[in-house]
């Protein structure tokens, strides 16, 4: 059940780690989006921790947009992490607190955002958390507890995420896929867009950082022959965390000790990606630790484009492998370049399965797919949106 203009103005409360537009900060988006058209007479109040172009496209769905400092848990600011949630901690749940008190729904997008998660446990029962990571194996015992000790109702990207997690009790617990918006005139490569004179062109998108791959992508085309490296493009877009200079540099210096230099480049973070969708014929997904769900091989696939990727975490959720995709195993750098080498050479299976990557994407992992169950997932939580 849905809300309409007939119902009580609920009061949404929408809190979210990021400020760009990032897998993660698109998903926030296209929540509060549907909170809007399912809540038109709402008041809805988004407080985000850092500012950002995410701002702008909130601010024309939600009544209040509130930048304010948070107690986020970043192991990349580990001194500002600790002083949060230790000195700061109580004047950070005291201000969480006052937002809960004033809240009918309390939206928590993520599992970082420590503040309000313990402000939930004293109001469990309008809260929720939209849990979209698999943290680290250290992180995990940390992060599971302050989630565990909220009360809060749980929402899960992905059955992978649910099953790491691993809650048994007895609070509502639901699962709901990503959504990507459709593209209108999505069409799979095809065959005459190869030849000698056009190489296969691969894309992979996101956060540069440890556990992406980016770093085995290259290992894995460095792998190829010369004879199939000259028939491949690799485009790698994406930034480190706060611009920071060090994996750039170190994937920089790995393109040229390869010699991949002009066959692979590195390309800033894009707000707007489809560019890099369309010039794609094939995308990659190489996460060397399992994917909570996976947007990017969503989003390639609104585009008609296969995806190479990890067979592991949500990833398999997404991919039907030799049907819309390839699925590789993990940090197996033979396993990826074998699937690039048949990528390469068969043009008709990258036509193929990107038409199949289509017609998967719209029957299960649409915009409007996601936010229908998001907002009938909340209607049976939370009476008071009724």
């Known amino acids: 059940m849905t809300g309409d203009s007939s119902v009580a103005s609920p009061r949404i409360l929408c809190v979210h780690q990021g400020g760009e537009l990032y897998g993660s900060d698109r998903s926030f988006l296209q929540a509060v989006q549907a909170l809007r058209a399912s809540w038109p007479m709402a008041h809805i109040k988004v407080v985000l921790a850092v500012d950002g172009p995410l701002r702008g496209p909130l601010e024309k769905v939600a009544d209040i947009v509130q930048i304010r400092d948070l107690c986020v848990?970043?192991?990349?600011?580990?001194?500002?992490?600790?002083?949060?949630?230790?000195?700061?901690l109580p004047w950070y749940?005291?201000?969480a607190l006052r937002d809960l008190y004033y809240a009918d729904l309390a939206y928590i997008n993520t599992t970082v955002i420590a503040d309000y998660m313990i402000a939930a446990r004293f109001a469990s029962q309008k809260s929720v958390i939209h849990v979209r990571e698999i943290p680290k194996p250290k992180a995990m015992p940390v992060v599971r507890s302050i989630v565990g000790a909220s009360r809060?109702?749980?929402?899960?990207?992905?059955?992978?995420?649910?099953?790491?997690?691993?809650?048994?009790?007895?609070?509502?617990?639901?699962?709901?896929?990503?959504?990507?918006?459709?593209?209108?005139?999505?069409?799979?490569?095809?065959?005459?867009?190869?030849?000698?004179?056009?190489?296969?062109?691969?894309?992979?998108?996101?956060?540069?950082?440890?556990?992406?791959?980016?770093?085995?992508?290259?290992?894995?085309v460095a792998a190829l022959s010369p004879i199939d490296r000259a028939k491949m493009r690799v485009r790698i877009v994406g930034s480190a965390f706060r611009n920071a200079p060090e994996p750039i540099d170190a994937l920089e210096a790995q393109i040229s000790d390869a010699g991949l230099t002009g066959i692979v480049t590195l390309e800033p973070?894009?707000?707007?990606?489809?560019?890099?969708?369309?010039?794609?014929?094939?995308?990659?997904?190489?996460?060397?630790?399992?994917?909570?769900?996976?947007?990017?091989?969503?989003?390639?696939?609104?585009?008609?484009?296969?995806?190479?990727?990890?067979?592991?975490?949500?990833?398999?959720?997404?991919?039907?492998?030799?049907?819309?995709?390839?699925?590789?195993?993990?940090?197996?750098?033979?396993?990826?370049?074998?699937?690039?080498?048949?990528?390469?050479?068969?043009?008709?299976?990258?036509?193929?399965?990107?038409?199949?990557?289509?017609?998967?994407?719209?029957?299960?992992?649409?915009?409007?797919?996601?936010?229908?169950?998001?907002?009938?997932?909340?209607?049976?939580?939370?009476?008071?949106?009724?």
């Open 73 to 88: 848990l970043r192991l990349a600011n580990l001194a500002s992490t600790l002083l949060k949630s230790t000195i700061g």
């Open 93 to 95: 749940v005291f201000a």
């Open 152 to 220: 809060a109702r749980l929402i899960y990207n992905s059955h992978a995420t649910m099953a790491a997690f691993a809650f048994q009790d007895s609070r509502p617990q639901a699962v709901l896929h990503n959504g990507v918006d459709p593209i209108s005139d999505a069409t799979a490569p095809t065959t005459d867009r190869f030849g000698a004179d056009r190489p296969l062109r691969l894309a992979m998108l996101g956060r540069i950082s440890d556990w992406k791959g980016q770093d085995l992508l290259i290992q894995g």
């Open 269 to 386: 973070f894009k707000d707007d990606p489809s560019e890099v969708y369309r010039w794609a014929d094939v995308c990659a997904v190489p996460s060397r630790l399992p994917e909570p769900f996976g947007r990017v091989a969503a989003e390639a696939m609104a585009f008609a484009r296969p995806v190479i990727a990890a067979n592991h975490g949500g990833l398999v959720e997404i991919i039907e492998d030799g049907k819309s995709g390839w699925l590789f195993k993990p940090n197996d750098v033979l396993s990826l370049q074998a699937v690039l080498h048949q990528a390469i050479n068969e043009e008709r299976m990258v036509q193929d399965r990107g038409s199949a990557a289509l017609s998967r994407f719209e029957e299960y992992f649409s915009s409007a797919t996601m936010q229908s169950r998001l907002c009938n997932i909340l209607s049976d939580w939370i009476p008071k949106l009724i």
